[in-house]
């Protein structure tokens, strides 16, 4: 009974120790700079973030950082796209300098980046989820990501030994594996910076098993241009494919077996897609899956929905996936919170939550991004670093994701190199303005492509928007954003806006040099991707 009891103790104590370890392990560093988890989502666009706005969704772990922290309401993307996104995350410049204009360029490994910076100055760095540069990640101690655009069920990921395969849903698993990089790999003697990037809510828009139906019945509402006529408007946004009705695929998009489509898909790969997703589920996935989408088939079979009703059809069965996804998403984030407060590093870490760039839900009848309009060039943005940010913050600067780099790096005290463009948002944490730009600069280039958005370049401030489509046009777009809200209507050439469009075709010219983008450039630019297209 004595030896009993001692081995009771024993266990007791060991239990207690090692939890007090878990939860002080971040004082036994003789560092104070913070620690840094980064996470990133794919096409999140802010509409479907109830810090922002619940009418879709409700987000409660998300909400959290934002409660806990700063929320950025005019926060925006240079280029937006994946790739050259991440590429401006990474070094803070643009496009145009960085090596990534488009999907297709290979990003630049020589490049000077902020995590590369970080570890030179004794962080520990690590990045789990989507890359999407096509090079090999450099500057991190741990890497583990996903080729290409990756899988949402049972996915592939890129490891320095090679490519090794994940049972499960990718949400879950890239946020596994950042918990395990806390548990058991980092170095508690350095600060760390850990990125966290989601694959979700990426197309084709796959939830996890138990959020199949999660918003299947909701009333789920449609924005007010969801059947918008592009009247007043120029050649982009006329010609661009992207439109819900005519270029979503029933198949791999709206989970429609091609077996039920009565009408050819208008591309067969997209059939190719959906069967591929479909077959990477075991056999009771598969009727899970069947047992979901089975009725969602039946119900499109009875109906056959034509014109308005394809479209509000197709719309809603987009949002019931997208928003799947999400809720998958904030899950996590819930997790990833909570094991930050269980291993007492939440106090000095700061962690940010954005999306590579917004993203459309339905407004003006499209999906996808691209285009410098409101829903894809804004992003989310929510900042929580508790020992230096008050709770409930909100932003109303215009920041931009070249900003980022040279804010992590202010953050750990360290100058930004002179060849980053943005600028730290410190001052802003705190409620700073001095100073502070007044007018954003974006540039698209990936046309003609999918989606065949065409390229253009334009400057944002407070209350207007300047657009220059090129190429194989030559239009100019202007609007209002405090009358016109929704971008409905071009002001271009208009008398009201004479002084208004001199003013901003000064400023836009400003910028360019600022940022040393030009005309010759984009000479340059478009020879090159002749020859290669």
Known sequence: MQYLYIFAISVLCLLSCNRADRKEDHFRRNDDRPNIVFIMTDDHGFQALSAYDSTLIRTPNLDRVAREGIRFDRAFVSNSICAPSRAVLLTGKFSHLNSVRDNVDIFDTAQVTFPGILHEHGYETAIFGKWHLKSQPTGFDYWKVLPDQGQYYHPEFLTPGGIVKEE?????????????????????????????HHKAPHREWLPPLEYLDAFHNRNIPEPPTLFDDYRNRGTAARSAEMRIADHMALSSDNKIDPENIARKEFLDW???VYYSQYNRLSDYEKKRWDAVYGPVNEE??????EGDDLMRWKYRRYMEDYLG?????????????????????????????????GFYLGEHGWFDKRFMYEPSFRTPLLIRWPEKIEGSRVSRDLVQNIDFAPTLLAAAGIDAPDEMQGKSMLPLFEGGHENWRDALYYHYYEYPSIHMVKRH??????????????????????????????EMNNGYNLPEYADIQQQLHFKLDSLRKLYRDSEELDRIFIEKDMRTF
């Open 300 to 305: 499109y079979v009875k109906m056959s929905p």
């Open 325 to 357: 996804t999400i809720r998958s998403v904030d899950d996590n984030v819930g997790r990833l919170l909570a094991h930050l407060d269980e291993l007492g590093l939440a106090g000095n870490t700061l962690v940010v939550y954005t999306s590579d760039q």
């Open 270 to 272: 997209y059939q190719t």
């Open 168 to 196: 499960g849903y990718a949400t879950d698993i890239i946020t596994d594996l950042a918990i395990h990089y806390l548990d058991s790999l980092r170095d508690k003697s350095k600060p760390f910076l850990l990125m966290v």
């Open 457 to 486: 370049y334009g400057i944002r401030t407070e209350r207007y928007k300047l657009i220059h489509f090129y190429y194989d046009i030559d239009e100019w777009e202007l609007y209002d954003l405090e009358t016109d809200p929704n």
